[in-house]
C-alpha cells in the first residue's frame, strides 16, 4: 500500500524556520521526482518545489526561492522541506507528491505535473 506521510508542519512566527517531511512507502521512492505543493485557504494547490529521482536536480518556486529547500534522502525513503524567513502568505496546507517518471521534465512536461500519489497534508501556519 503506498503511503506518503507528511511531518513537521505547525505554527511559527514570522521569520521562523520549519522542516517538513515526507516518509514514502509501498514503492520505489528512489526512481520518483518528488514535489511539494501548497494550498492556501481558498486558494488553488500551487507547485512550491520539486526533486527529481537524482538528489542534484531541483526546482523552487520563484515565491520562496532563496527560502525553501527540497531535498531527499533515498536511503530513508524521505524528502524534506526546509522553510526559513517564513511569512505570514506561506500559511498554507503542504502535500507531499510523488511522479512516477523520475525527471524534472516529465513533470513540468505533464498534465497536472503527473503526480501518481498524494500525502495527506500538514498545516502550516505563520502568524505576524
Known amino acids: 500500500q503506498v503511503q506518503l506521510v507528511e511531518s513537521g508542519g505547525g505554527l511559527v512566527q514570522t521569520g521562523g524556520s520549519l522542516r517538513l517531511s515526507c516518509a514514502a512507502s509501498?514503492?520505489?521512492?528512489?526512481?520518483?521526482?518528488m514535489a511539494w505543493f501548497r494550498q492556501a485557504p481558498g486558494k488553488e494547490r500551487d507547485l512550491v518545489a520539486a526533486i527529481s529521482w537524482s538528489p542534484g536536480n531541483t526546482y523552487v518556486a520563484d515565491s520562496v526561492k532563496g527560502r525553501f529547500t527540497i531535498s531527499r534522502d533515498n536511503a530513508k525513503n524521505t524528502v524534506y522541506l526546509q522553510m526559513n524567513s517564513l511569512k505570514p502568505e506561506d500559511t498554507a496546507v503542504y502535500y507531499c507528491a510523488a511522479n512516477s517518471q523520475g525527471s524534472l521534465s516529465s513533470l513540468f512536461g505533464a498534465r497536472d505535473y503527473g503526480i501518481d500519489y498524494w500525502g495527506k497534508g500538514t498545516l502550516v501556519t505563520v502568524s505576524s
Open positions: 509501498g514503492f520505489t521512492f528512489s526512481t520518483y521526482a
